[in-house]
Each structure stands twice: as structure tokens, then as C-alpha cells.
């Protein structure tokens, strides 16, 4: 029998980008800090999201990334883009209120020492990766990349039944803008500007769980939640719209990572303090950005967490839409399901929950957004009898009115009882 000695061609197999690597891209994102269990199933989930984002640019920069940096042998693509994001990460973080989208790409060509005619050749390519960075570390927007000389494009719908939309930002006057003011320009920056912007005074100031919760919104205002990837568009509500969709952002996990940091200023934060408004609101708070991400997490007990049937509605219909490819954020879970928050989740000391909230105090950033969805609730009334019954909007109302339909109730009952008894009592005496 014969034997092949010829030596065998190994099948090269692509390698996976390294635990360390994705851990360093995180911290970079979020901040230093221990990595607690309770949030370990939200931050892989983001790294997924994260790689599943790069995958859409991985053959747009491929040319950038040779031009920029020579790859080690071996070395996954994947890698390459993290070690790269991690760059423009760390730059936005060291930035100024006036730092521009082509300040970081000279710098990037500097850094790696690209030769000029190269880089004026993939500056284009440099500005929508630099655009696409501050997307997926930050969960802010979800960035679309069609070709190098287009304008950058990010989605607006993320919703499987519905045909995506897209909103365009001129690329050549964006990449000059500040960053921050760039997107606090098109909607991407959530939070309220000037500081302690008061209310308009058809908006209720008052937030009581009773009423603004998932069960009064589905059952008496028919209100739909569409659970999407961009933080920019959590709690945003249209009363108008045909639909009635509140959007709700899936990953809260991310937003607890970033309050629990140890940073003074988080790359959100960064971003969140140069927005540079029209009003020349400027942030004295040393974390505006953790301001905000802990109202994202206290709106979740206000609308699902503390009110029992909400709990049962997330736990019966929400789970499983919640779900990003098939897996749930396990603090989620927790925020939305359950009647208490467990100790291990780290977050507990930043939930401040109440049963009335005051928009000003508990929500000063999404506050506005809350106060219109309370307001368009608070216009609705029941169709019929079962509506009226779960109604607890009004707590004294509905007490009063299940006091009455008992006693009610319970007089009917007595007197069928006493019309049976007499009755009885008449055919006994007949037969006597």
C-alpha cells in the first residue's frame, strides 16, 4: 500500500480578534472600571454589534488600512479595525470643544506618518471611518457607509417590517463642523439644552408611575415599543404618527458600564460637554454624559420595572423583541422584569426611584420626552368596561369604583340569597 509523502498544505483558517483586544476597545469606550458579571452579557452583546457594524467597512478600508498601517503577519482584519477605532477613540477623548472630524483624520495621517498623496487619497475614506467610530463606540447612531464620496448616512428605522430609512449629512461641511456641534445639529447629542430648561406649561411636571407605565400606554393609548440599537432615539414618541411606536434603547448594560466608570469624563461625556449650542450652554457638571445614561436606566423602572402588570407585559410580549440576534441584555431583564434591582448589578445606589417623579429633578435631559408621552396618556380613555377596570391612572377613581362594583356585587348576591331563601321558606310551609 502506498503512502502520499508529499507534506500537507495547512488550511489557514481566519482568526478571531483576541478577548484583550475587544476588552481594551470597551474600557476605551466606557471607561475604567471593575467589569461586573451582572453586565458581562450586555458588553458582549455591544462587541457583536460593534464587529457586526466594522464588517460593513471592512472592504471599504482595507485600502486605508494598508495605506495607514502595514499588518502583522497573521493578523486578523478585525484586529486591525479595533486597534484603529481605538486610536480615534482615544483622540476624541483628548479633544477640544472645537476638534473636527478632518482635525482627526491629519492626525491620524500624522500619527502613522501616511505620505501626503496617499492620504489625500483616502482622506474621504478616513472621514466616513472616523464618522462610523463615533457611531458604534458609542451606540449614539447607527452609521451606513456606501461608498468613499458619498455623504455620510445614518439609519432612522430599525425595524424589520418597515423599509429603512436613512437621514444624509453633507460629509465636506460635517467634517469641518466641531464634532460635537455636528451632531448636536442633526439630533444625535439627547440631551437638554440649556441646563434646566423648564417645561412648556401644557406639559405635566409630575410623573406618576400609575400613569405612565407600559400598560396604560398599550392598553389605553396603543402604543407599540420598537426596541432599536441608537441611544439618540431612546424614549422618543410621535403622537402623531400612524404607528404609535415608542423607542426604547435595547442595551442598557453599555449605559451602566459608563456611570459605574472610574473616568471623571467618558468618551460620551466628551462628546456630550463640546456640543456647542446656540445658546452657549456650557456643562459645569463633570459628567453630563452619566447624568443622562442614569435617567436612561431609572426610565426603564418607571415605564416596566415598578408597576406589576407592566412587569408581566414586558416579561410576556417584550422579551423577546428586546432581543438583539436572538440574545437579550440580562440587565434588561432585571430593569424591566423584576420588582427590585439585585445588588449585584452595581446601579442600585443610582436609582433613585420614586412613585411620583418630578420631571426637573428625575429626568432634567428626558424629561421633555417623558412629559409629552405622559401628556398624550393622560388624554386617553378607556373603550369599555375592562379598560375602565385596569385604568389606574387614578387611583382614588378606580379604588371607588371597585369598592362600588364589589359592594354591588355582593348586595345582588344577598339579595338573590334572601329571594332563594324566601322562596324556600314558602315552599316548606305549603307542604306542611
Request: charged share 25%; net charge positive.
Amino acid at each position: 500500500m502506498g503512502y502520499n509523502t508529499l507534506p500537507r498544505r495547512k488550511r489557514r483558517t481566519p482568526k478571531n480578534c483576541s478577548n484583550d483586544i475587544k476588552a481594551a476597545f470597551i474600557e476605551n469606550c466606557s471607561g475604567k472600571g471593575d467589569r461586573l458579571c451582572a453586565l458581562e452579557g450586555g458588553l458582549t452583546i455591544f462587541i457583536r454589534m460593534s464587529e457586526t457594524r466594522m464588517l460593513d467597512y471592512q472592504r471599504a478600508t482595507a485600502e486605508l488600512f494598508n495605506v495607514i498601517r502595514k499588518p502583522r503577519a497573521d493578523q486578523p482584519f478585525s484586529e486591525r479595525q479595533f486597534e484603529v477605532s481605538d486610536r480615534i477613540i482615544s483622540l476624541i477623548k483628548s479633544s477640544t470643544a472645537q476638534t473636527t472630524i478632518d482635525d482627526i483624520v491629519k492626525q491620524m495621517f500624522d500619527d502613522f506618518k501616511t505620505p501626503t498623496q496617499d492620504a489625500e487619497t483616502c482622506k474621504n475614506m478616513m472621514r466616513h471611518f472616523v464618522f462610523a467610530v463615533i457611531g458604534w463606540s458609542t451606540l449614539l447612531y447607527t452609521p451606513i457607509f456606501t461608498t468613499a464620496d458619498a455623504d455620510f448616512k445614518i439609519a432612522e428605522t430599525q425595524s424589520k417590517r418597515s423599509q429603512e430609512k436613512q437621514s444624509i449629512i453633507h460629509i465636506e461641511d460635517s467634517s469641518r463642523r466641531p464634532i460635537g456641534a455636528m451632531l448636536g445639529s442633526h439630533g444625535l447629542v439627547p440631551i437638554t439644552c440649556p441646563h434646566n430648561t423648564r417645561l412648556p406649561q401644557d406639559l405635566p411636571s409630575r410623573l406618576p408611575v400609575t400613569c405612565l407605565n407600559l400598560c396604560s400606554l398599550s392598553q389605553l393609548g396603543g402604543v407599540t415599543i420598537l426596541w432599536v440599537d441608537d441611544l439618540s432615539k431612546h424614549c422618543e414618541f410621535s403622537r402623531y404618527s400612524r404607528e404609535k411606536q415608542l423607542k426604547l434603547f435595547r442595551l442598557p448594560s453599555l449605559c451602566a458600564k459608563i456611570c459605574l466608570s472610574d473616568d471623571s469624563e467618558t468618551l460620551i461625556d466628551r462628546l456630550f460637554k463640546s456640543h456647542i449650542c446656540r445658546n452657549n450652554c456650557q456643562f459645569n457638571t463633570k459628567s453630563v454624559g452619566k447624568s443622562y445614561l442614569t435617567e436612561v436606566l431609572l426610565s426603564y423602572r418607571l415605564l416596566f420595572g415598578q408597576h406589576s402588570r407592566s412587569r408581566r407585559l414586558f416579561r410576556g410580549q417584550e422579551l423577546e423583541r428586546a432581543k438583539w440576534n436572538g440574545t437579550l441584555d440580562p440587565l434588561l431583564g432585571v430593569l424591566c422584569g423584576n420588582k427590585d434591582v439585585d445588588d449585584s448589578t452595581g446601579i442600585v445606589e443610582l436609582l433613585h426611584e420614586r412613585n411620583v417623579y418630578n420631571v426637573q429633578d428625575s429626568f432634567p435631559h428626558l424629561g421633555l420626552r417623558l412629559a409629552e408621552l405622559a401628556d398624550y396618556i393622560s388624554g386617553q380613555e378607556p373603550n369599555d368596561f375592562l379598560e375602565v377596570w385596569n385604568d389606574s391612572r387614578n387611583p382614588e377613581k378606580l379604588l371607588t369604583l371597585k369598592a362600588a362594583v364589589k359592594i354591588g356585587v355582593a348586595t345582588v348576591i344577598l339579595g338573590i340569597f334572601q329571594v332563594l331563601l324566601g322562596t324556600a321558606q314558602l315552599v316548606i310551609s305549603i307542604y306542611r
